[in-house]
């Protein structure tokens, strides 16, 4: 293939060109007319030729310069191409108006292209045809073909564009020339030259490909300030050389500018989003100069003998000297022909995009011609003006990645200040040197009530109490002085209410002058009210509303000091209810709280204002009396809170009466300080309630000996265990119907090594009150366990033992977990175990209890009632209890003999026991009358000293075989 190349001037010297180089006895005439010249003109050129080559195939269009031995920005260009095998084959199509574009293309190819085309070259109008359908036809129906060509442009004012084909000219359409044959190698390679230029911007006003402002500012005013007004005056080549460049992911893409408005809005090529990152584009020298590298690299061990090249016309006129020695460079490896057009088709290896702003080129070869290495490096060659345009391209790519650096790290300060200052829950405000507020943020209206519009521009002690003004400017002329501040401050609400806030004032500093204040406002008003009720709940009891135990300890060592200091006395009176536990558990706690609320007003009702009441713990009150006149005085007040107590207070329709007892100490007689004054009123409360309740006890000397004793039992009692001191002793139970022995109760006993034998009803109360009870309580189940399980190995295998359990005992978590050890370790079945528990001990938590009791009876442990008709007598729990045995307590066995309502007590409960099916147990029978009685009441089992007293382990073989003998 050969191409030769002539700028055409008229008739004569046209057909001189053809006959000099006797083009008319070619075959495969391939002609491309690039032109910027007029219709008619290029009408006559067409007859010529198609006269003179009738068997040539015609193609062009209107360019804004073309290229063979150089660049030719006016006239008209005639490149003709012989080819030796390559056929080539032509067809157009005009545009009309509601055309179907895809199904064109597809006729367009029907006609033009076979199995062995290897590439077509297509020019096509600029504004009427949708481009890329054209491009998707070719693509979806030919992959492997390749695209090439370009769009005509539009020349001078009246926008005249034109195509050429063989049959004529075309005003508007497409033109199509088809390569075919088997020895054609052809290839296509594209790059752009394009890069950013200066900051970014976002589009903030657009609709589709009409963009209306950027930044939220007209584009125009735009493209005006960064490229000058001069070259705006040429407002389609401002357009086309410098374009907008969109942001696509990580790619960054040119889009031509098709018009500006006069409202400075632009026309671009295809639609831009809203939120769209631009920038301003233009060409980069540096990728310019480098083109040559790129198609040398293309070029380099391919076999090419022509190459038809196609660029935006945007290179020529942003860089034509850059351009021009790209061109000269390439004409020296391989002839070249080509024009610069309004976009650029580009079709091949699976890429198919309509470009702008880039360089396309078609390489073709019929047969293996290469391009020589020492051409490559000659042609390589960089003038010394080139190499001055690179740095200079390289300086203002260097500067536009230091701007954009730059304006992407102000531009997140100002979007992160902007975020902190728009969505900060405080109220963020800033106020000039002269103290006006001159920015705030919208929690200003939720906080204070007032917009922004109603404090902006006014003096920030305007919203302020006149008695907070002079602070605050003090406060605000040490952070004018670069001093940051921290304070707090009352500020009105717009509906006058006062809002307390902590707040941060900081200098705001320009170039090292401080111009005005940033400042935080932190409404504090909610955490201050909580800081007081906070406090009013560590110095008040929460349910009374009276001034709790470190309220009193307070107010205590105050009145001690003051009476130190004035040698007067002062009391402190311990009140505890009697017997509230009772009613608390049976009424519930609801009822107990009312009971408490009604004492607590009763009570202070009775005291001086000088006097001091609080709640210390539970059913416990304390009085502080500051001034002591007499003791009379004290006491007279004692029985008027005495008397208070014992109003009646109605709960449920009935009407219940109280006592109390309390407890006297004097400050300095009986201690001097308020530890030793409490530790002293409250035995003489215990003396108070020992000594029959609902009484005034004054605080003695001998009451410490008691505590000392009780003290010294305490610490025995630890250690008594490991002294084996305790000692498990059993009471048969008999069954009277058949009068065998059935089961022995576990009862505990202390032979202390100095005092003897220690009764249960002084030491299990220590051990409950020190928890000490607990280890206890493990070892009787082991030891009563383990002995019943050796009964069993010596032949009394029907025996079993009841265990009483402390309630502290009874609700550890671990409980049920301690059974299981003991049955395991033991050996004893389950069934041989009771486990005794008080009525009281069951209802303190009904629900845990019920709970406890399902789970031992699910180990198959039987449950026994102890004491029953000594505590609360709730006949109706026994329904909700899953008891197995309930024992009537000996007090009302014991006056069984005579004719009084305890013998009524006692049938009533067997009988509903019987409709229970709850076995009955009587503790304490002593006679052989209350044995007899019993038995005519129905009552199941007995238990007393008219049996037999409680004995240790080794005398049970015995006892046993008595019974079971009799």
Partial sequence: MKTYTTMYRNKAQILEFIERNELSNKENLFIQIFTKDGKVKVTRLHEILVDALPQAVLIGATVDASFSKEIKTAGTVVSITVFNKVKVKSTFVQFNPGMDTYQEALNMGQNTINDDTKAIVLFGSSHTIDNQVVLDAFANHYPDLLVAGGNAVPLGTNNLEYLIATDGIIDCGMVVVSLSGVDLQASLHACTEWNTAGRSFMVTGANEDLIQTLDHKPVKEIYQKYLGREMLENIKQAGSSFPLMVKQGAVTKPILIKDFHQDGSITVAEPIEVGTTVYIGCGDASIFLNTFNF????????????????????????????VEHEMNTIKNLVPTTGAFTAGEYYHEDGKNEMLSYALTFLSLAESEVYIDETDFNRAANTNSEIKEILALSQLIKASTEDLEELYNSLRESEQRYTSLFEHNPDIVYSVDSHG????????????????????????????????????????????????????????????????????????????????????????????????????????????????????????????????????????????????????????????????????????????????????????????LVPTVESVNELSALADQLLTAIKKPVFLKGKEYVLSGSIGVSLYPSDALDEEKLLKNANLALHKAKRSGRNSIQFFTGDMNAMISERLELENHLRKALSLNELEVYYQPQIDIESGRVFAFEALLRWKHTKRGMIPPNIFIPIAEDTGVINEIGYWVLLEACTQTRQWHESGMNDLSVCVNVSGIQFQRPDFIDEVKACLETSGLESSFLHIELTESIMLEDVEHTIKIINQLKGLGVKISVDDFGTGYSSLSYLRDFPIDILKIDQSFIRNLEDSNPDAAIVRAIITMCEGLNVTVLAEGVETEQQLKTLQQFGCNQIQGYYISKPVKAVEIKGLYKNFQMN
């Fill in 436 to 623: 006006k507020i001159t920015s705030i943020n919208a929690s200003l209206e939720k906080i204070l009530g007032y917009t922004c519009k109603e404090v902006i521009g006014n003096k920030a002690t305007d919203f302020l109490r006149e008695e907070d003004v002079e602070r605050v400017y003090h406060y605000f002329h040490l952070a004018m002085r670069d001093k940051p501040q921290h304070f707090t401050l009352v500020i009105r609400h717009k509906n006058g209410e006062n809002v307390l806030f902590e707040i941060a004032n900081m200098p705001i500093r320009v170039n090292d002058e401080v111009v005005g204040v940033y400042g935080v406002a932190k409404n504090r008003t909610e955490q201050f009210l909580a800081e007081q009720k906070i406090s009013e709940l560590a110095y008040h009891d929460s349910l009374t509303g009276l001034p709790n135990r470190l309220s009193f300890h307070e107010r205590l060592n105050e009145k001690i000091e003051i009476a130190h200091e004035n040698n007067e006395s002062v009391a402190v009176m311990v009140i505890d209810l009697d017997e509230f536990k009772m009613i608390n558990d049976s009424l519930g706690h609801h009822a107990g709280d009312r009971i408490l609320k009604h004492v607590a007003t009763n009570l202070s009702g009775c005291i001086s204002d000088r006097d001091f009441i609080a709640r210390f713990a539970a059913d416990e009150f304390l009085i």
């Fill in 295 to 322: 198609i040398s690299d293309k070029l380099r061990g391919v076999p090419v003998e022509g190459l038809f090249m196609y660029s935006c016309m945007s290179r020529i006129r942003f860089f034509k000297k850059g």
